[in-house]
């Protein structure tokens, strides 16, 4: 049996005539651009995280650096966040000449942590990007604390969670703004690059509304910087239909870590940790081990996909080497690196799937040890 590491068209053959014909609606009628249902994508996606609003944009990284631009973040500004994440999250910040001040995970729990965000902030630090990576929401309340005390900005980046929550709120709506990826892989995703920036925040609206269509508060008044960062309908009118679509699926999520989890207790596997504050949506499953790139290889020769989120932390990245960081600087993001893999996970993975998995995953543990 083979097992992909994710099935997108799994999720979209249930609602496929429905999405084809909202295409054709569009096709027909001809409003590709700012068409009704990027409003009511809006609305919908507002109401879905329990924000007041929502903003339509064409990929996460443009609703993180729309969200930045919106508070005049800039050169000079340092804004922190957590140095294992995409690189999405670093390139905003430094797409607006503000510069980026990486912090390690302490608890190994993947997510960003206060005792060091106090340590890393200075006179010019303006802001902080939590990342709730892998779907597991970061612990919000200490962070919000910190940053009311220093009055910085909170901007959650939010592109692996869509729906998950903490302490009983949704994510996207518990720092001052969120941006969400919607790219196809993501556990919302559209038929193509998007993104959507959540916010109870009116005073920023009018102009991240603008930002995104040529800086336009009305036909040919550019009172805005005048980029282009549209929604497109199509993508809007997918969502709209996905989105209804998506606790279900982040339920079936967390059946298939149900199984994980069962399988690989007490295995050599370190599977992961999350506290009772938070429902986790899953976007990966993401274990540790020392044999990580043999296990990766082995799992391949069986037919079974995984991947590693990230293989590189940022100080890693040959993009970032100016930033003069040094190896050690991040002693537990820099072990992980080396040990975590991505198990195949998507709301459709059966439970012999999953079985499946950990029987090459224990295969390949009792071949290791027999040869050390
Ligand atoms: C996917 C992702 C992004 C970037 O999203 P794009 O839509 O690809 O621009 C940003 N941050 C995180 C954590 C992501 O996973």
């Not at 005792?115 to 303006?126: D, G, H, S, Y």
């Not at 940790?273 to 990580?292: A, C, G, K, N």
């Amino acid at each position: 049996m083979s097992v992909p590491f994710v099935d997108l068209q799994a999720m979209h053959k249930e609602i496929m005539p429905e999405l084809l014909d909202a295409m054709t609606r569009i096709a027909n009628k001809g409003n590709f651009i700012l068409g009704d249902e990027v409003q009511l994508f809006e609305e919908d996606f507002a109401q879905y995280c329990g924000t007041k609003f929502a903003v339509g944009v064409d990929s996460g990284l443009s609703a993180l650096k729309l969200a930045l631009l919106a508070y005049d973040i800039g050169p000079g500004d340092e804004v922190i966040i957590p140095v294992n994440t995409f690189v999405a999250t670093a390139a905003a910040v430094t797409f607006l000449g503000a510069t980026p001040v990486f912090v390690d995970n302490p608890h190994g729990d993947y997510n960003i942590n206060t005792e060091l965000i106090e340590q890393a902030i200075t006179e010019n630090t303006r802001a902080i990007i939590p990342v709730h990576l892998y779907g597991i929401p970061a612990d919000m309340d200490p962070i919000m604390e910190v940053t009311e005390k220093h009055n910085l900005l909170v901007l959650e980046d939010a592109s692996q969670a869509h729906g998950a929550y903490y302490k009983g709120k949704r994510v996207g709506g518990i720092g001052h703004i969120a941006a969400f990826s919607l790219y196809p892989a993501k556990n919302l995703g559209a038929f193509g690059d998007a993104g959507v920036i959540t916010t109870n925040d009116e005073s920023v609206i009018q102009k991240l509304k603008a930002m995104r269509n040529c800086g336009q508060v009305a036909k040919y008044q550019h009172e805005f910087a005048p980029y282009n960062h549209r929604l497109d309908t199509m993508h809007a009118a997918v969502l709209r239909i996905k989105l209804r679509e998506l606790d279900g699926w982040n339920e079936m999520r967390r059946q298939v870590v149900t199984w994980y989890d069962e399988l690989l207790a007490d295995t050599v596997y370190q599977i992961p940790q999350v506290s009772d504050d938070v429902i986790p949506v899953w976007h990966l499953y993401v274990v540790q081990t020392p044999q990580r790139d043999g296990l990766k290889q082995f799992l391949a020769e069986h037919q079974i996909g995984s991947s590693i989120h990230y293989p590189e932390a940022l100080h890693q990245v040959a993009y970032y080497q100016h930033l003069d960081y040094k190896n050690g600087d991040f002693p537990v993001a820099e072990q992980q690196v080396n040990r975590i893999l991505s198990l195949p996970m998507y709301p459709h993975m059966t439970q012999q799937h999953v079985e499946e998995v950990v029987r090459v995953m224990s295969l390949h543990s009792h071949e290791a040890m027999a040869q050390s």
